[in-house]
């Protein structure tokens, strides 16, 4: 298996702009995260599917964020309309099941967004 | 509020020379303690998962163990290549399975 695969690895866009992220997740996860990671913050948790379904969004900071996961294989993560302080790196990360001695989340590489 | 807290927040050691780096966490029940490693430019990638205090997990020069309040991660005689960013973070029994992680302790080992 490839692993859970982002795309764009990077992003540059002007404010105001929308932009959306990707995210494959491994093959048979039940579980696909969002997260957001910058130095002042930390790795911060956005939103959370249980397949395919939201179960937490109460990390998104805003209503110019959206997620969706409309199938088992793919979600995306869009901001609209983007601003600069949105310029951070999000990592997409997948799970079999939460609990459980082999519980452990594997993340993507990442999109590194920056918005000017 | 469920809260992780790593520290130090930047260590640089010797090679060889053995340390310990230390998450502590506030939650109302823990469902797992979680440790992970982050190069530059990549995502975290899995090291250890801790379940109950007293519990010790261990990988090549590294071990991890667990109490009430905080949990360590042993560092044995390191060498260059376990230069990264470490990664503590905790499933809540309150918090609807949020696995909410620290800032990190980034470790440099010099040769």
């Known amino acids: 298996d490839a692993g859970v695969i982002q795309s764009p690895r990077h992003e540059v866009t002007e404010m105001g702009q929308e932009v959306t992220l990707r995210c494959k997740p491994i093959?048979?996860?039940?579980?696909l995260f969002w997260y957001r990671q910058t130095m002042m913050r930390g790795l911060e948790l956005l939103i959370y599917f249980n397949n395919n379904v939201p179960i937490d969004d109460s990390g998104m900071p805003e209503d110019r964020f959206s997620a969706k996961m409309p199938n088992a294989s793919f979600s995306t993560l869009k901001i609209q309309p983007s601003e600069p302080r949105d310029s951070a790196v999000y990592f997409c990360?997948?799970?079999?099941?939460?609990?459980?001695?082999?519980?452990?989340?594997?993340f993507g590489s990442g999109t590194q967004l920056s918005v000017l | 509020e469920d809260q992780v807290t790593q520290s130090p927040e930047a260590l640089r050691l010797q090679e060889g020379e053995s340390s310990s780096l230390n998450c502590s966490y506030t939650v109302s029940g823990l469902r797992g303690l979680f440790w992970y490693r982050q190069d530059p430019g990549k995502g975290p990638e899995f090291l250890f998962t801790l379940y109950s205090a007293g519990e010790e997990k261990e990988k090549e020069r590294l071990k991890a163990t667990l109490t009430k309040k905080e949990s360590f991660l042993h560092i044995t005689a390191p060498k260059p290549e376990d230069s990264a960013t470490y990664l503590c973070?905790?499933?809540?029994?309150?918090?609807?399975?949020?696995?909410?992680f620290g800032k990190g302790t980034r470790l440099h080992i010099l040769p």
């Open positions: 093959s048979g996860h039940d579980y």
């Open positions: 990360a997948s799970s079999w099941f939460l609990g459980g001695t082999n519980e452990k989340l594997f």
């Open positions: 973070a905790v499933r809540s029994v309150n918090r609807d399975d949020k696995i909410i």
